[in-house]
């Protein structure tokens, strides 16, 4: 069964950093479009990010010029660069296929404190 495996969450001050990580089994990664995603309490779940097969990004308004999305497809692997972060990003960070495949991995908590 495929898995999505986020990590790199954690505790941060207003204005710092975080790199967090989504690791796949999936054999198709490669070709896939895959994006990030956050939910915060309360709230709806919403895309932030999105790296092409080709390497082509997209962000959300409030992400943009702050978080960087990459991959690796040798190591199956997205990743989110999140810097300045602010306390609204507080949230659970999920990855996933953009359509996604169906299932969702545990998420990392991110909690930005003022």
């Known amino acids: 069964q495929v898995q999505l495996v986020e990590s790199g969450g954690g505790l941060v001050q207003a204005g710092g950093s975080l790199r967090l990580s989504c690791a796949t089994s999936?054999?198709?990664?490669?070709?896939?479009?895959m994006g990030w995603y956050r939910q915060a309490p309360g709230k709806q779940r919403e895309l932030v990010a999105r790296?092409?097969?080709?390497?082509?990004?997209n962000y959300a308004d409030s992400v943009k010029g702050r978080f960087t999305i990459s991959r690796d497809n040798a190591k199956k692997t997205v990743y989110l660069q999140m810097n300045s972060l602010k306390p609204e990003d507080t949230a659970v960070y999920y990855c996933n296929a953009i359509p996604s495949w169906g299932i969702w991995g545990q998420g990392t908590q991110v909690t930005v404190s003022s």
């Open positions: 999936r054999s198709t990664f490669s070709i896939n479009t």
């Open positions: 790296i092409s097969s080709g390497g082509s990004t």
